[in-house]
Structures are given as C-alpha cells and as structure tokens.
C-alpha cells in the first residue's frame, strides 16, 4: 500500500511562512514527478509546484518567487518552503507523485489526503 502523508500546514499570518511536507511511504520502486496542488473554496484544484525525478521545476506564475519546491530522495519527501504569504494562498494543499512501486513495471499517480493552510490578513 502506497501512501502520501503531507503535514505543515496551519493558520499563519499575511507575510509570514509556513514548510509543508509530503512523505511517500510503502513498497516504492521510483517517483518521478512529485509535486504540490491547491484548491480553494469554490474553486478547481490548481497545480502549485512540482519537481521532477532530475531536480526540474515548475511553478504557478502566482507563486514564483515566493515558494521553493525540493525534494529528498533518500526519503521519498518532498517539500514546500511558503515565504511571503498572502490569503489568497489559503487552501487545501495536496501532494501528487507519479511512482513505480517497487517490483513493479507501471506507473501511477498518487494523491494525498491534503493539509490546510490558512493565511490571515
């Protein structure tokens, strides 16, 4: 059984930082994209940051310059720094990974159950 736990997040005020982080337990062979998501009240999930197996990045245009995506393999943990903190970044924050598990030949997307992150102005 494969799980993504993510934990972090909580109630911070305008400007201020929060570090999320997702743990990808169980028989794991490979991860290859592993990233962030977030959804709103009322609104669709939307793509934050990811990293690639090779340490490429990604961002939302919303978030550059702000958040830091990293990840250690060693631990099949990825992390998000938050700095500069704004309420429209409150929301559900989901991590999302595509893995092989171990002995195994196929690919496949996993979320988790989320964390939520409230920013308060």
């Known amino acids: 059984q494969v799980r993504l736990v993510e934990s972090g997040g909580g109630l911070v005020q305008a400007g201020g930082s929060l570090r999320l982080s997702c743990a990808a337990s169980?028989?794991?062979?490979?991860?290859?994209?592993i990233g962030w998501y977030r959804q709103a009240p009322g609104k669709q999930r939307e793509l934050v940051a990811i990293i690639s197996s090779e340490g490429n990045t990604n961002y939302a245009d919303s978030v550059k310059g702000r958040f830091t995506i990293s990840r250690d393999n060693a631990k099949n943990t990825v992390y998000l720094q938050m700095n500069s903190l704004k309420p429209e970044d409150t929301a559900v924050y989901y991590c999302?990974?595509?893995?092989?598990?171990?002995?195994?030949?196929?690919?496949?997307?996993?979320w988790g159950l989320g964390t939520q992150v409230t920013v308060s102005s």
């Open positions: 169980g028989s794991i062979g490979s991860i290859n994209n």
């Open positions: 999302n990974a595509d893995l092989r598990r171990r002995f195994g030949s196929t690919w496949s997307n996993y």
